[in-house]
Structures are given as structure tokens and as C-alpha cells.
């Protein structure tokens, strides 16, 4: 059991980096400012490092043993938590509105893309490491 929560925790923490750093290039490089969204990370320990622990936190959900040979769709399938914590919880509370629509139209899209290669490394580490 110690196996499978350390696989959980680190892959989440991992797929957390990846995707933090995807966020942080498609900001750096206007792909977010192109697609009409305002946010634009800066990459930073104190931007980063919330974002691990979040990540790791996160995935403990691939300890439910929900689809675990197909590890693709259960990574997708569990992105969508934290797309919707984040979209209906964290967006709306920095006044950026339902969805966070206050950033820009496609904000959702951006969310779940971010979240999806989170959800996709996670599954896919766990599923390597909690054997």
C-alpha cells in the first residue's frame, strides 16, 4: 500500500511540473495572449511549489481503483477534478468569474488542456511505479 501512495503522490507531483511548465511556455511564447487568455505564469519557486503539492495531492485520486488498465482514460477522466476545483472554485474566488471567463473566453479550454497532461503523466507514472 506504501508503493501504490508514494506512485500516487509523485505522479502527481511530476504530471504537476509538466503541466506547470507547459503553462509557464505557452505564456512565455504568447500562445495564451494569441488565444485571447490574460494569464501569463512567471516562473517562479513561490509560483511552482503550490502547484507540486497541489499536484501530489491530486494524485492520491489514482489510488481509487477505478479503471486501472487503462490508464490514457483514467488520467483524463481524473484531470477532470482539479479542472473543475480550479474552474468553479479557485476562478471564481479571484473575481475572475464562472469558469474563469474573466481571463479570457477560452480559459476553460486552457484548464482542461493544462490538466489533461496533468491527469495523462500521472496515470501514467503511477502506473509504472505503483507495481
Same mark, same amino acid.
Given at each position: 500500500m506504501l508503493r501504490k501512495l508514494s506512485a500516487a503522490f509523485t505522479g502527481g507531483?511530476? +504530471?504537476a511540473l509538466l503541466s506547470s511548465l507547459l503553462f509557464w511556455e505557452l505564456g512565455r511564447n504568447g500562445v495564451t495572449a494569441w488565444m485571447g487568455i %490574460? /494569464? =501569463? #505564469? !512567471? @516562473?517562479s519557486f513561490a509560483w511552482l511549489y503550490p =502547484? @507540486?503539492?497541489? !499536484?501530489g495531492l491530486w494524485g492520491l485520486l489514482f489510488l481509487l481503483p /477505478?479503471?486501472?488498465?487503462? #490508464?490514457?482514460? =483514467? *488520467? @483524463? @477522466?481524473w484531470s477532470l477534478a482539479p479542472s473543475a476545483f480550479t474552474l468553479l472554485h479557485v476562478m471564481p474566488m479571484? &473575481?475572475? &468569474?464562472?469558469f474563469g471567463l +474573466?481571463? +479570457?473566453a477560452l480559459t476553460p479550454v486552457l484548464v482542461l488542456l493544462i490538466n489533461a497532461?496533468? *491527469?495523462l %503523466?500521472?496515470?501514467f507514472w503511477y502506473r509504472a511505479a505503483a507495481r
Open positions: 507531483v511530476i +504530471g %490574460t /494569464l =501569463r #505564469p !512567471g @516562473l =502547484r @507540486l503539492v497541489a !499536484g /477505478l479503471l486501472p488498465s487503462r #490508464p490514457a482514460t =483514467r *488520467g @483524463l @477522466l479571484a &473575481g475572475r &468569474g464562472l +474573466g481571463y +479570457g497532461v496533468w *491527469g %503523466t500521472a496515470a
